[in-house]
């Protein structure tokens, strides 16, 4: 129960940063009453639709470092859960924003936040429906749950694997792993404009949300690529009961990317589990493999299949001679 | 991005403590999804029912202490969020739980907090849908966000509150404050029981949801009382253009609360503003008073009227001989 430290009090940045973006979904109220409404019937969600939710929290010296852009911070946080829509075919509709600011923290700091959520609320088509904003002796610490719609019961799973399928991602992988190496100075072999796209790649995910929403009906399992790929298929293997293999030579990899690992092979372990990809993860049956490769050119987002879905279990990564390439770690473990 | 260094990793507590939080909702599919869903059609949610929102936040050094047991701090921060959902009229459905955990935080800590959240899931009925578990170099944050459900289109709001209505609020006022004073040892006057009471009070609110949900119909205006009697009259006030005066004299207070106010009678500030109330403050037109009062009596949650809604602006809080009192602070802010 400290008193007051900031600058503008609580209901000033209220007034000022937050409840302008949540102008256009009038069932938040300006953010001037305790909570916000989602209407079932001509509000925020459609006839036949159901709700798709999920949350996801940032903190700073974890996933953002101090000197990360203030727009880029809240362009990640966003992005990090609307990825998770975009793996579930999902449109976004609102979101709520918990902020734990630390007392250093100026006001200039939280504007160039608002504005990097301005302008993906712009780009994504997702407004602000409420949240929670109090002090912390810690940290920044940020925390987004987003709310979406799918057509009733059209649920993309990752249960949903089946021996026979393609595994696909979409974009390419291993860039945001790298991006965190150029970032600290410790990647060799690229330029410094491929060190600058790589870094990008890590501090701005690019939810696939035009992608996801065309899955449906040509894919079985999705999810996002957070943890990285070795590591998030496995996800996909054990809720499903299938094994899946990786051909590492079929891995989509940005010019930046192939660039460092010509100079370093042993990255390629970063590039499969490394993490923060938020490409898209999926597999499908061979029929739909023509119509999901026609959707990637159509949509302009590379589309590529990388594997295969076999009865078993478990996930292996094969070279282009087919041999097993033994990983020692598979996967981002959160803590 | 540091490596692992709890002794149960993610996915183990996810199995072992959260995912049996979400038995009963089977659309979180046991958090091994990557998202939840809410059914609009024979899921969670009735036909003719829209979606209240809300979350709210928790930090250790700031709205809890280190030796606050892991029980209490799983309630508190849920109830928090039910209390709003109580003052809105809403029945509970799901819940999303983030969790910032500092490597000193143990397994222990996390077991108790589950074990906190589950009882509260069964008495309030409200189910684990999914969350987020990240490290944190800092304090253990918290933060919940809950999703209710009210009859559409028949909202409670902040901004209806009308001239010739009075002011009620359910059960005691002043606890929580009084409470933590008693905590730190600065509370002279009360027995040592009464010290627990009040602790008790600030501890671990009870959120009103009965009673929010029989209030539609009856009243004009509702919210919770979070940061203060005089502090959230204001908003009600400043909300829907009127003025509103509390008659100091009426408000309810605990025997606990009596006895210290009768100590130092200057401390029907920390009475009127301290907040932590969690109590539900409502005003509704004369023709409803009784119906309110009967209310209280059915449900056994005490409902005083305890001040009135004009026309103007502004909050007084007047004493027994109808003088204005003076407040130095009319309500917590947040930082």
Same mark, same amino acid.
Request: hydrophobic share 45%; net charge negative.
């Given at each position: 129960m400290s008193p007051a430290r900031h600058r503008l009090d609580e209901?000033?940045l209220i007034? #000022?940063l937050w409840?302008?973006?949540?102008?256009?979904?009038?069932?938040?109220?300006?953010?001037?009453?305790?909570?916000?409404?989602?209407?079932?019937?001509?509000?925020?969600?459609?006839? &036949?639709?159901?709700?798709?939710?999920?949350c996801d929290a940032l903190v700073e010296g974890v996933h953002f470092l101090p000197d990360d852009p203030a727009e880029l911070v809240a362009q990640k946080l966003l992005?990090v859960n !609307?990825?998770? !829509?975009?793996?579930?075919?999902?449109?976004?509709?609102?979101?709520l924003l918990t902020l734990m600011l630390p007392a250093s923290l100026d006001d200039a700091w939280l504007e160039r936040f608002a504005?990097g959520l301005?302008?993906?609320?712009?780009?994504? &088509?997702?407004?602000?429906?409420?949240g929670d904003t109090v002090a912390t002796p810690g940290p920044l610490a940020l925390s987004l749950a987003?709310?979406?719609?799918?057509?009733?019961?059209?649920?993309?799973?990752?249960?949903?694997? #089946?021996?026979?399928?393609?595994?696909?991602?979409?974009?390419?992988?291993?860039?945001?792993?790298?991006?965190l190496?150029?970032?600290?100075?410790?990647?060799?072999?690229?330029?410094?404009?491929?060190?600058?796209?790589?870094?990008?790649?890590?501090r701005?995910?690019?939810?696939?949300?035009?992608?996801?929403?065309?899955?449906?009906?040509?894919?079985?399992?999705?999810?996002?690529?957070?943890?990285?790929?070795?590591?998030?298929?496995?996800?996909?293997?054990?809720?499903?009961?299938?094994?899946?293999?990786?051909?590492?030579?079929?891995?989509? !990899?940005?010019?930046?990317?192939?660039?460092?690992?010509?100079?370093?092979?042993?990255?390629?372990?970063?590039?499969?589990?490394?993490?923060d990809?938020?490409?898209?993860?999926?597999?499908?049956?061979?029929?739909?493999?023509?119509?999901? !490769?026609?959707?990637?050119?159509?949509?302009?987002?590379?589309?590529?299949?990388?594997?295969?879905?076999?009865?078993?279990?478990?996930?292996?990564?094969?070279?282009?001679?087919?041999?097993?390439? #033994?990983?020692?770690?598979?996967?981002y473990r959160h803590f």
């Amino acid at each position: 129960m400290s008193p007051a430290r900031h600058r503008l009090d609580e209901f000033a940045l209220i007034r #000022k940063l937050w409840a302008p973006l949540a102008r256009g979904f009038p069932d938040a109220y300006g953010l001037a009453d305790d909570v916000a409404y989602v209407a079932l019937e001509g509000g925020g969600v459609r006839a &036949g639709e159901e709700l798709v939710l999920k949350c996801d929290a940032l903190v700073e010296g974890v996933h953002f470092l101090p000197d990360d852009p203030a727009e880029l911070v809240a362009q990640k946080l966003l992005r990090v859960n !609307l990825s998770d !829509l975009a793996a579930k075919g999902a449109r976004p509709i609102v979101y709520l924003l918990t902020l734990m600011l630390p007392a250093s923290l100026d006001d200039a700091w939280l504007e160039r936040f608002a504005a990097g959520l301005a302008a993906d609320q712009n780009e994504f &088509g997702i407004l602000l429906a409420g949240g929670d904003t109090v002090a912390t002796p810690g940290p920044l610490a940020l925390s987004l749950a987003v709310v979406g719609a799918i057509p009733a019961g059209r649920r993309l799973l990752r249960a949903a694997a #089946k021996a026979g399928d393609a595994v696909f991602v979409s974009g390419t992988i291993g860039d945001a792993a790298l991006g965190l190496m150029a970032r600290s100075g410790t990647l060799a072999g690229v330029t410094a404009e491929e060190g600058r796209f790589l870094s990008e790649r890590y501090r701005l995910p690019r939810p696939r949300l035009s992608l996801g929403q065309r899955l449906r009906g040509l894919v079985h399992a999705t999810m996002d690529i957070s943890d990285g790929l070795i590591g998030d298929l496995e996800h996909i293997a054990e809720a499903s009961g299938v094994a899946a293999t990786i051909e590492v030579g079929s891995v989509p !990899l940005s010019p930046a990317a192939r660039a460092a690992l010509t100079r370093d092979a042993r990255l390629i372990e970063s590039v499969l589990a490394g993490g923060d990809d938020y490409e898209l993860l999926f597999t499908a049956p061979p029929r739909h493999h023509d119509a999901l !490769l026609a959707l990637g050119r159509e949509l302009g987002v590379p589309v590529t299949r990388v594997g295969t879905i076999a009865s078993g279990s478990g996930v292996r990564a094969l070279d282009p001679e087919g041999r097993e390439i #033994k990983l020692a770690r598979t996967g981002y473990r959160h803590f």
